[in-house]
């Protein structure tokens, strides 16, 4: 027995309870099991249907056409989780980084290389000074 089915039933017999308590207060007892057997019916019967539908409208739709077509109108619905090869381009930028040496690059992808920091010391040279204001300025 599938957990759906354990679902379904768990309702009808919630349903077969409870109308069984709310009808022995008025009804004798056998009147109260029949129509608690007539609510195990109705409430089983309920639960298959909510969770027909709800499996239906929780499910992606699926189309009769080709790869592409299927493909364009589940755009934004599936996730891709494929990323490209970067092997090689992940192996030079390590070699780089193990060696200190460049590779020649690719003509596509060029790093940024800024020119380097300096800290200001206890007496700085003004030189230095001048030009961190410079290039400060020509943001």
């Known amino acids: 027995m599938s957990v759906p089915w354990r679902w379904n039933i768990g ?3 919630f349903g077969a309870v409870l109308i069984f308590l709310i ?3 008025s009804n004798p007892p056998l009147t109260s099991l029949v129509r608690s057997l007539y609510a195990f019916i ?3 019967l309920l639960g298959l249907f909510v969770r027909i ?3 239906q409208l929780l499910r992606p739709a699926r189309t009769l ?3 592409k077509e299927r493909a364009e ?3 934004g619905i599936v996730l891709d989780m494929t990323t490209p090869e ?4 992940l192996s030079l930028l390590m070699k780089e980084q193990w060696t200190g040496k460049e590779e020649p690059q690719s003509a596509g992808f060029q790093p940024l290389k800024p020119p380097k920091l300096v ?3 206890d007496e700085p040279d003004p030189e230095q000074v001048a030009q961190a204001i410079r290039r400060l300025n020509d943001d």
């Not at 970067?86 to 381009?89: A, N, T």
Request: net charge negative.
């Open 73 to 75: 109108e589940e755009r």
């Open 119 to 121: 800290s200001i010391e």
């Open 42 to 44: 109705a409430f089983g």
């Open 53 to 55: 539908v709800l499996q």
């Open 86 to 89: 970067d092997d090689e381009s």
């Open 11 to 13: 309702f009808a017999a």
């Open 65 to 67: 056409g080709g790869d």
């Open 23 to 25: 009808s022995l207060s």
